[in-house]
């Protein structure tokens, strides 16, 4: 696996929380031919940012259940944050 770019910030950890999904580009079609699904892709990666929005909020609710952990949304950037770690 290839090392992602350093922090944003300059110096200090700045921890981006991400996942990355690999998808077979490729159906077989009922003619029997294979070709690539969704435009290449494209019409995929369009949902990209729900996808994302969706696998955050089950982390959220996971780590709020098991560990106790509360989140809040910075009022600014409208992040979720860690508001209490029991």
């Known amino acids: 696996m290839a090392p992602h770019r350093p ?5 200090r ?12 580009d490729m ?8 070709s690539a699904i ?9 949902h990209a940012q729900a996808a994302d929005a969706l696998l ?6 996971v780590l709020a259940q098991r560990y106790g952990i ?8 409208g992040a979720w944050e860690i508001a209490a770690i029991p």
């Open 56 to 61: 955050k909020a089950r982390l959220r609710r």
């Open 70 to 77: 509360a989140w809040k949304r910075d009022e600014r950037t």
């Open 38 to 46: 969704g435009a290449g892709g494209r019409d995929i990666h369009r």
């Open 27 to 34: 159906v077989k079609g009922k003619d029997g031919k294979w």
């Open 7 to 11: 922090p944003r910030r300059r110096g």
């Open 13 to 24: 950890p700045d921890p981006h929380l991400h996942a990355h999904v690999t998808i077979a």
